[in-house]
């Protein structure tokens, strides 16, 4: 259903559409609500934090608690990404894969270079080491949704000595009704309830930036 909701938005033609929004469509559960999609544009979203906090809140519109990982030094995301979805599914938590932020640099048609974001849906394995992605870059030869080798992925990620910001993220959701009764937690769901939180207000923040806090009020 994501990646309909991806593909729909994006052959909208709407003026907001981008690579940021496509992505929030592609990870969010269902339809994303039209302030999740404007919220990240026009530059409004400064790192991949703010476009997690926007798939964050779609999830959190349906009862689920998202936890990021980021990528860490010297690991590749084709590596990161596949482990982070494989552990979601092998561990004895209900948690699941939502999908993963990467942060590219792409050449303009103009010759220049501006930051992209791709969002990763899924890992496969066939021939070769595959994922499943949402990415508007390159559009006139390649998908919206479409196959990526773990080898351009690889490649593609923005190097740190260019972005100091975070390059990759990892989503897991939680069923919140189901984290009640992780023996770990004994109950005491504080601490997520605290960390949906922040990522609500972090939702806002990008809202207030761009002018469109006005959105959710109207979406209630």
Known sequence: MSAIEAFRHI??????????????????????????????????????IDIAACVAFEQARIGNYTA???????????????????????????????????????????????????????????????????????????KLIRDMTAREMDARIIQPGIYRDFRALA???YPLEELQFDPDLHG?????????LSAEFKFYEVLERAGLLHLVQNDY
């Open 11 to 48: 052959q909208e033609d709407k003026p907001y559409a981008n690579c940021a929004s496509a992505v929030v469509h592609a990870l969010a559960p269902g339809e994303a609500l039209e302030a999740s999609s404007q919220a990240v544009m026009y530059d409004n979203a400064k790192s991949l």
């Open 68 to 142: 990021m990982y980021s990528l860490e030094n010297g690991m590749t995301p084709s590596y990161f990404f596949r482990h982070a979805e494989r552990d979601a599914k092998q561990s004895n938590d209900p948690g699941f894969f939502i999908g993963g932020l990467l942060s590219t640099l792409e050449r303009t048609p103009l010759g220049q270079y501006e930051l992209h974001v791709i969002g990763v849906m899924n890992h496969h394995k066939g021939k070769q080491d595959r994922f499943t992605v949402c990415d508007t870059a390159r559009m006139d030869e390649k």
């Open 171 to 173: 989503l897991i959701g």
């Open 188 to 196: 005491d769901l504080s601490s997520i309830e605290n960390e949906m």
